[in-house]
């Protein structure tokens, strides 16, 4: 079982987004049963608030097909770190955040999403900015390319 973490701000946007896009894409190959996905925040914000999938992230899924179900966010903790394979971030202030709560990435699974691609970069903060189709597409292709990278990993 493979284990994956998706982790942005607040849980909301992003990090859900990518978590129901990842198991569409492994239903879809008929992978599902090889991988555990979750997703959380770097803040506690909606945690404490009790908030589920913004409503623009939840109608970009609806879209493009994707099923999901409402969740309400929650704060990555530190034992998180163990737990998961690979923690893939959405930009470099994730990754700032993350480091707050685990200490040290001493068995090197924390990335960016956009990392896997050719062209390694931010995937910008949809709530702040509001293209949440740009957001769906750089999200859905970092998916792909982290399957393939998985799938290379466990061949080779
Ligand atoms: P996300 O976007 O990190 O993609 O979930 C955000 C959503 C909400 C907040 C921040 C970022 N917020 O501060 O409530």
Known sequence: MIKILFVCLGNICRSPMAEFIFKDIVKTKNLEKN??????????YNEKNMNSIYSEAKAVLDKNNIPFFD???RQMK?????????????EDENIKNIMKI???????????????????????????YGDFDATYNDIKYGCE???????NEYVN
Do not use: H, Q
Not at 35 to 44: C, G, K, M, R
Not at 115 to 127: L, V
């Open 35 to 44: 991988f555990l996905v979750d997703s959380a925040a770097t803040s506690d």
């Open 71 to 73: 969740r309400v966010a």
């Open 78 to 90: 530190k034992s998180d770190y163990d737990k998961y394979d690979y923690i893939l971030t959405m």
């Open 102 to 128: 685990i200490g040290v990435d001493d068995k090197n699974k924390v990335f960016k999403l956009l990392d896997f691609t050719e062209k390694p970069r931010d995937i910008i903060d949809p709530w702040y």
């Open 145 to 151: 390319k982290l399957l393939e990278y998985i799938l």
